[in-house]
C-alpha cells in the first residue's frame, strides 16, 4: 500500500480528450483483493479490540466477500463462518471450495430465512448453533468499512477532477465520496439492475460512518447490462478490445461495466475536455 496508480492512453481517450488512471487495487494482495481488503481492516482491527475470535457474514454462493473473509480469517488468525443463500450444490464452486479450503464452516440458508438475516431472531438463533462471533453484513459494507473506502482518494491526492468506482452494496462509493478533496466528484456505476435504493444506501452508510452525506457524487444506472453477473455482446467485445490495447483482464462482474461507462461517458462529451479521471479497479 498504497496500490498503484497508472495512466492508460488509447485513441479513444484521446478523441474525446480526457485523461484516465487506474487505481490498481486489485493487486493489493493475491487472496485478498481490492476494495474487500479495504472493507474489511477496519473490521478486523474492531474484532480483534473487542475480543472476537470469530467472524460470521452472510453472501450468495458467487460472493467476492465470503471469498475475502475466508482469506482474511486465515491471514489474520480468526476462524469464519459464512452463511450462504440457497442450498449446497455439490461439487462446491471455486469461491466455496476456496472458502473451505481456507477454515470457512458454511450453513446454508433458504432464500426466504436469508431475506431476515438482519433480524435479531436469526442472529440469536446463529449465537446459539456457532457461539460468540463478530457479525459483518452482507457484502461487508458497514460503518467501519466506509472508513476503509474513505482512504484512497487521500492516496489519490488532489490533482483529479473524478473518481469513479463500481457499485455493489454502496459501501465503497459512500467512502471514496467522504474521502474527496475540494473539488473532486464522485462517479459509481451500479452493477445491479434496478437498483435505484443504492442512493438512500449510500446515504445510509455514509449517516453511519460521518454523521450526513458527504461529497459530490451520483450513481450511474444504464450500465448493468442485464443485472449482476450478466453480460451481453457489447461488453464482452469492450473487454477483448481492453485486453488487446492495454494487456490487462478486466472483471466482468464489476470493473468492466464501470470502464465501459467511463469510456462511453466519455465519447458522449459528459466531461469537459481535460477532464482527470480516475477509475479505482476495485478487484
Ligand atoms: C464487492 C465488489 C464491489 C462492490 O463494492 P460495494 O462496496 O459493495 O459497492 C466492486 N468491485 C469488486 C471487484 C467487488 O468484489
Excluded at 500500500?1 to 497508472?6: F, H, N, Q, T
Excluded at 434496478?194 to 442512493?199: D, I, V
Excluded at 452508510?205 to 460521518?210: G, K, N, V, Y
Aim: net charge neutral; proline share 5%; charged share 20%.
Amino acid at each position: 500500500m498504497p496500490s498503484p496508480l497508472v495512466r492508460i492512453s488509447d485513441e479513444r481517450l484521446r478523441d474525446a480528450a480526457v485523461e484516465l488512471w487506474l487505481k490498481r487495487d486489485d493487486v493489493i494482495h493475491p487472496e485478498l483483493v481490492g476494495n474487500k481488503w479495504r472493507k474489511l481492516k477496519h473490521n478486523l482491527t474492531e474484532a480483534a479490540r473487542q475480543g472476537h475470535g470469530t467472524l460470521l457474514t452472510f453472501g450468495g454462493a458467487y460472493s467476492n466477500h465470503l471469498r475475502a473473509v475466508a482469506a482474511a480469517g486465515s491471514l489474520f488468525g480468526f476462524a469464519t463462518i459464512g452463511i450462504v443463500r440457497g442450498e449446497q450444490h455439490l461439487p462446491l464452486n471455486p469461491v466455496l471450495r476456496f472458502a473451505t479450503e481456507r477454515g470457512m464452516r458454511i450453513q446454508y440458508l433458504d432464500r426466504t430465512a436469508f431475506r431476515s438475516k438482519d433480524d435479531p431472531e436469526l442472529v440469536a438463533g446463529l449465537h446459539r448453533d456457532w457461539g460468540d462471533f463478530y457479525l459483518l453484513p452482507e457484502g461487508g459494507s458497514n460503518a467501519l468499512a466506509v472508513r476503509g473506502c474513505a482512504e484512497i482518494p487521500g492516496e489519490i491526492g488532489p490533482d483529479f477532477d473524478l473518481i469513479c468506482c463500481p457499485v455493489g452494496t454502496g459501501g465503497t462509493l459512500a467512502g471514496i465520496a467522504g474521502g474527496l478533496h475540494p473539488g473532486q466528484g464522485a462517479i459509481g456505476f451500479s452493477v445491479l439492475k434496478g437498483a435505484e435504493y443504492l442512493n438512500d444506501e449510500v446515504k445510509r452508510l455514509q449517516q453511519a460512518e460521518f454523521g450526513g452525506s458527504r461529497g459530490t457524487w451520483h450513481i450511474e444506472f444504464g450500465f448493468h447490462f442485464g443485472g449482476y453477473a450478466k453480460t451481453k455482446p457489447e461488453l464482452d467485445d469492450f473487454v477483448s478490445w481492453f485486453a488487446e490495447q492495454h494487456g490487462m483482464q478486466l472483471d466482468r462482474v464489476y470493473v468492466a461495466k464501470m470502464m465501459f461507462g467511463i469510456y462511453a461517458l466519455a465519447e458522449r462529451g459528459s466531461f469537459a475536455p481535460g477532464t482527470r479521471i480516475v477509475a479505482v479497479v476495485t478487484g
